[in-house]
């Protein structure tokens, strides 16, 4: 059973940044999908930052294009979402995601959510202006 763990949330000021954490526990294949999305106050739950493991392929959304990176520790099973010039619109619980089996082609943000099987409990991320 994959196991997903955010950390890493916090309150920042406009124009600060943070750096989130994803560990993940259980992964059998070595081709997987592992995103970023977030739920900001009053919208759907969005994408944020794809990243496919073998090759390390990423998308980003266009609303953090350019602010944000993710990255991976093969060693450590961790994703990173290093989030710089934060905005208040970025306040939100963030989620890392699982998507198993899945190689660069189908590492798309406009792979539906309910592909992804697996789910950490979130981090809040919070930006005052």
């Known amino acids: 059973q994959v196991q997903l763990a955010e950390s890493g949330g916090g309150s920042v000021q406009a124009g600060g940044s943070l750096r989130l954490s994803c560990s993940i526990r259980g992964l059998t294949y070595s081709n997987n999908c592992i995103g970023w999305f977030r739920q900001t106050p009053g919208k759907e739950r969005e994408w944020v930052a794809l990243i496919q493991t073998r090759y390390e392929t990423t998308t980003y959304a266009d609303s953090v294009k350019g602010r944000f990176t993710i990255s991976q520790d093969n060693v450590d099973n961790t994703v990173f979402l290093q989030m710089k010039n934060l905005a208040p619109e970025d306040t939100g619980m963030y989620y890392c995601?699982?998507?198993?089996?899945?190689?660069?082609?189908?590492?798309?943000?406009?792979?539906?959510?309910?592909?992804?099987?697996?789910w950490g409990h979130g981090t809040q991320v919070t930006v005052s202006s």
């Open positions: 995601a699982a998507l198993m089996g899945a190689g660069v082609s189908y590492c798309r943000g406009t792979r539906p959510q309910s592909e992804f099987s697996d």
